[in-house]
């Protein structure tokens, strides 16, 4: 499923499944992320695993008939990762739970736009999925308006759902129906 684009800057974009040799790219991209914004669950300390628990990681979502975790590499480096993660117990394997990032230098270049869109298109090509499902801080506007773009919309809010330094921070569930 490799998908080739240029962005706003002219730059050269893969987007493609990631596989268990990114495990330390991903790795350092998720810390950076993490530190990046603390809009992620992740923080600068990343996922603390190891690169062999990584790989496993990588490997599980590879072989998962349904769930996906994609990268889009620009120029060669990792600048956004976007996964769909689907539950394998019957009464819920109809939903896909979906997240994204994009590193900060490669903001506003359509980057989320194309990840996210490319997921809901794989999304719809799945006959066991009816919906996607997103969770989003309730401040975080900038991936609310992408959202909003995409159709997605939200239907309920969890108070305090995270705690960062003492505050707490509401999250609303977004959907899509495919
Ligand atoms: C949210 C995020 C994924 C958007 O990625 P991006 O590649 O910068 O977004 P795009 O360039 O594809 O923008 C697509 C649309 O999103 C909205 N958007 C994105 N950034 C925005 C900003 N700074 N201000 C207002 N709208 C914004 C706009 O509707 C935009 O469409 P437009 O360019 O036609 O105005 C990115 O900012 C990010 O990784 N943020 C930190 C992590 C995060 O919040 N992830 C989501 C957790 S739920």
């Known amino acids: 499923m490799n998908v080739e684009f240029k962005t706003k800057m002219g730059h050269h974009a893969l987007i493609r499944r990631l596989v268990a040799e990114d495990a330390s790219n991903v790795l350092e991209y ?3 992320v993490g530190g990046e914004t603390n809009y992620l669950l992740l923080d600068e300390r990343g996922l603390e695993v190891s690169v062999d628990e990584e790989k496993a990681i990588l490997d599980r979502f590879y072989h998962h008939p349904i769930s996906l975790l994609i990268g889009c590499f620009i120029d060669g480096e990792l600048a956004s990762v976007a996964n769909l993660s689907v539950s394998d ?3 819920i394997r109809h939903i896909g739970k979906i997240g994204v990032s994009v590193k900060k230098k490669f903001w506003r270049q359509r980057i989320g736009f194309k990840m996210m869109e490319i997921m809901i298109e794989y999304a719809k090509s799945k006959q066991q999925l009816d919906i996607i499902q997103l969770e989003v801080r309730t401040d975080n506007y900038n991936a ?3 959202y909003e773009t995409l159709g997605f919309f939200p239907v309920g809010t969890i108070p305090k759902a ?3 330094d003492g505050h707490f921070y509401d999250h609303h569930i977004m959907v899509l129906y495919l």
Do not use: H
């Open 30 to 32: 998720l810390k950076t």
């Open 89 to 91: 117990r019957w009464k």
């Open 144 to 146: 609310i308006n992408l």
């Open 162 to 164: 995270t705690k960062i």
